[in-house]
């Protein structure tokens, strides 16, 4: 049963996969500066920090004096305590510590035991073998306990300006809740702005799909408009001719009599073939002119059970067997039922074609609350790529005798009921035509229902 499924707009797909690659770039885009924005800041408030800690250690030692830092009873010396804690509130310190340059605690705000190899200094001893050096260093940022902590250091000096000790500050509660602060707001700006773009994107695909579909139908529109003029004006011009023919070889058996034309099978393929021609021509006119439907109140069921039943026994003597499913009950409804039929009509001899050896062809009508699906399937062959491609398409055909009307003059008729046509091979062999249309088609604007 030659027919086709429409074939895709590759110009619509091509804008709709430029339109899927702009959207991921952009939310790529947004990703990679939003993430760069986040690592600078953390770079930057991480250096701020170290900067801000190397300074205040500095600043310790100049406020509790390297006489008093030196001393060996520095750990008891109330007077270092107070000024010391004074500089860890005002500057939110987590503590603030005094180490030899072996880095064993000399004296701590925060209760490392005195007399014992510092723990800080051991998870991160570069920064303060520079202050051992004599160079105010800060720590990088470590991670001791599930808090993140940083040490500045700065060296503490004898007379002579020999380090013999090292404070130590550290801070990082404080300081570093804004990054996780900052990174959850770029995350909800970039979950936001994908979704944004998500949405954006949904919008002007489906414009981009409805301006394709549109562009096709525009195209589509104007190819018939072209064509049915044209076939219009071939069969204008064809149509006397034929009659000419017509009335030629009926005088011809009127003069040379009945014997004689019954004898020359000639006298009777005459007047076959300028029906049949006559036939085509009619077929290129109804095209051409698209007459408009006449949708009146009428029982759908009975309109498809009348199809089968005009073709049941034309088909029976070519052993094809024509089986209805769902016309048992009326199915009322709206449509024309004049033009559903001749749809029916000729997909049921599309159907019975497709089987010359005989088979059983299916007319099936299945009923829902808003829409009917009419399906016709055959046993034939089925079809190929390039039939399913251009069945639909006016004047395509495959058989010697076609006009290459009968499906696209279906197509026009199932759609002006608001319906769609779709064909198919079925996975057991033959081809399956369904008609989708609602039960009751709406009315033109400003059309009455007759």
């Known amino acids: 049963m030659p027919n086709a499924s429409e074939s895709q707009d590759p110009t619509g797909r091509g804008r709709g996969a430029l339109l899927l690659l702009f959207l991921a770039l952009i939310v790529v885009v947004i990703n990679v500066s939003n993430w760069f924005v986040l690592s600078r800041v953390t770079a930057s ?11 205040v250690a500095a600043s310790a030692v100049t406020t509790a004096t390297p006489e008093l830092l030196l001393d060996p009873a520095v750990a008891g010396d109330e007077y270092v305590r107070r000024v010391l804690r004074d500089i860890a509130t005002r500057h939110e310190l987590e503590d603030v510590f005094l180490v030899d340059t072996d880095g064993v605690v000399l004296f701590d705000l925060g209760g490392e035991t005195v007399g014992e190899r510092s723990d800080l200094v051991d ?31 700065a060296p503490v000096e004898d007379w002579d300006g020999t380090v ?28 936001g702005s994908g979704a944004l773009v998500i949405l954006l994107g949904a919008l002007f695909f489906g414009m981009s799909r409805r301006l394709a579909r549109t562009e096709t139908a525009l195209v589509r529109a104007e190819t018939l408009s072209a064509m049915g003029m044209m076939a219009a004006g071939v069969a204008h011009e064809v149509r006397n ?5 017509a009335g030629t070889a009926e005088r011809l058996r009127r003069k040379y009599g009945t014997g004689i034309a019954e004898e020359d099978p000639l006298f009777g393929f005459i007047p076959e073939e300028v029906d049949r021609l006559n036939g085509i021509v009619k077929g290129y006119l109804r095209f051409a002119r698209n007459e408009p439907l006449a949708f009146v109140e009428c029982d759908l069921a009975k309109a498809v059970e009348r199809s089968a039943g005009l073709v049941a026994d034309e088909f029976a003597g070519r052993g094809v067997t024509v089986m209805r499913e769902g016309c048992e009950e009326p199915v009322p409804g709206r449509a024309d039922p004049q033009r559903l039929q001749q749809v029916l009509l000729n997909l049921l001899l599309n159907g019975a074609q497709a089987m010359p050896e005989g088979g059983t062809l299916r007319l099936a009508l299945e009923t829902k609350a808003e829409e009917v699906r009419i399906r016709v399937s055959d046993e034939g062959t089925g079809l190929d790529d390039k039939q399913l491609r251009g069945a639909f398409t006016p004047f395509f055909t495959t058989k010697e005798t076609g006009s290459g009307l009968g499906l696209a003059m279906a197509k026009r008729i199932v759609e002006g009921h608001g319906g ?22 709406r009315l033109p604007e400003g059309a009455e229902e007759s």
């Open 45 to 55: 408030v991480d250096e701020e920090l170290g900067l801000r800690l190397v300074t």
């Open 123 to 153: 998870l991160e001893f570069a920064s303060f073998t520079r202050a051992v050096a004599g160079i105010p260093a800060a720590s990088p940022s470590l991670e001791i306990g599930g808090d993140v902590l940083k040490a500045g250091y």
């Open 164 to 191: 013999e000790a090292v404070i130590g500050v550290t801070a990082g509660g404080g300081f570093h809740a804004r990054v996780p602060a900052l990174r959850r707001t770029l995350l909800g700006i970039t979950l």
């Open 241 to 245: 001719p034929l009659a000419i023919i």
């Open 420 to 441: 769609t046509i779709e064909l198919a091979n079925r996975p057991e062999g033959g081809a399956i035509v369904t008609v989708v249309m609602p039960r009751r088609a």
